[in-house]
């Protein structure tokens, strides 16, 4: 019944990203945290869309 919905994979509707080039910043804080909070929305377009 969901293969109606999802295709044969599930991932059928999924888009592979643009890629947009990219920027350097330089920040004073520990990469970690930079990394952490840009990660933390990442998923968002795709699971909420």
Not at 24 to 33: G, M, Y
Not at 35 to 41: F, G, R
């Amino acid at each position: 019944r969901w293969s109606k919905l999802w295709g044969k994979t599930g991932a059928d509707h999924l888009r592979v990203p643009e890629d947009y080039g990219s920027i350097a910043f330089d920040l004073a804080t520990n990469w970690k945290l930079a990394v952490e909070n840009y990660l933390d929305a990442y998923h968002l377009p795709t699971v909420h869309p």
